[in-house]
């Protein structure tokens, strides 16, 4: 797959496929700029997943977990479907969800 070609989708939009598996994609009605930064939140969280695991510290991965599926939730890719939302309660998730993130700060 071109690393610049967007993921191929199921007919109803719900999902992305790569290699084969359905991911849940993120809701598209997400300002792209509020995407942007629930991204760039979620490769924080993820990176400090890595760090922790590698340094042993249990309590920091369990803490960086905790910000992955913040992020995974904010994003729609995660908790109650998007599509199941009312558009009031899709903004509410990503208006929360980057809230909280952003009072947490990358760690």
């Given at each position: 797959?071109?690393?610049?070609?967007?993921?191929?989708?199921?007919?109803?939009?719900?999902?992305?496929?790569?290699?084969g598996?359905r991911?849940?994609a993120?809701?598209?009605?997400?300002?792209?700029?509020?995407?942007?930064?629930?991204?760039r939140?979620?490769?924080?969280a993820r990176?400090?997943v890595?760090?922790a695991?590698?340094?042993?510290?249990?309590?920091?991965?369990?803490?960086a977990?905790?910000?992955v599926?913040?992020a995974?939730?904010?994003?729609g890719?995660?908790?109650t479907p998007?599509?199941?939302?009312?558009?009031?309660?899709r903004?509410r998730?990503?208006?929360?969800?980057?809230?909280r993130?952003?009072e947490?700060?990358?760690?």
């Amino acid at each position: 797959m071109d690393v610049h070609q967007p993921p191929e989708k199921t007919p109803d939009g719900h999902f992305v496929v790569i290699g084969g598996r359905r991911w849940r994609a993120t809701d598209p009605s997400l300002p792209e700029e509020t995407a942007a930064r629930l991204r760039r939140h979620l490769m924080a969280a993820r990176r400090a997943v890595r760090s922790a695991t590698s340094a042993d510290d249990p309590g920091a991965e369990r803490s960086a977990r905790a910000r992955v599926h913040r992020a995974k939730v904010a994003l729609g890719e995660r908790g109650t479907p998007w599509w199941e939302q009312s558009g009031a309660e899709r903004r509410r998730r990503w208006r929360d969800g980057l809230a909280r993130l952003d009072e947490d700060g990358p760690r």
